[in-house]
């Protein structure tokens, strides 16, 4: 008996395949899609920070090397893949008030404009409008914590636009 299950144990891990687990995508890109670059992104909402336009795109690029088997293209729409953005709404407003009139929760809402253009396996051109938002209390200054906000705001609107970029959804 013990023979039977030695022999069946080393027939089924022979039988399997080698098989490697990644967190980078290999196979939702098509194969023609080597290299992308990113112009770095404009802005039309009156009161964003000069640097975040910079800051979310350098963002946009570490996510797309990082979670994707594409590579950096230095050169502005090099590539089979290139991303242009806007930034359309960076706004803070309150979303709690107590009966005092007082905000409790204030909301950081960053809104982007994203156009991918595709130059095989045929042109295309995907659109992405994506708003997020971080929660903070009013009695907090936010320019203490507004560096945290704007990691985790871009990190949410990168992950949108790699999803639409793999998922095309």
């Not at 009139?101 to 659109?127: C, G, H, Y």
């Amino acid at each position: 008996m013990k023979k039977c299950c030695l022999i069946l144990l080393l027939i089924s891990i022979l039988g399997c395949k080698s098989m490697s687990i990644s967190l980078k995508d290999k196979g939702s890109t098509p194969e023609e899609w080597k290299s992308f670059s990113v112009k770095t992104f404009e802005s039309t909402a009156p009161n964003c920070p000069l640097s975040y336009n910079a800051n979310l795109t350098e963002y946009v690029k570490d996510a797309l090397q990082n979670n994707t088997r594409l590579i950096l293209n230095t050169t502005t729409g090099a590539g089979e893949v290139f991303i242009e953005g806007v930034v359309t709404n960076y706004q803070v407003l309150p979303i709690a008030i107590q009966n005092n009139n007082n905000a409790v929760q204030n909301r950081l809402t960053i809104s982007v404009q994203f156009t991918i253009n595709l130059s095989s396996p045929k042109e295309d051109i995907m659109n992405l409008s994506a708003t997020r938002f971080a929660d903070f209390s009013a009695s907090t200054n936010l320019v203490s914590i507004e560096n945290q906000l704007l990691e985790d705001i871009n990190s949410q609107l990168a992950q949108d636009l790699i999803n639409k970029l793999l998922g095309n959804w």
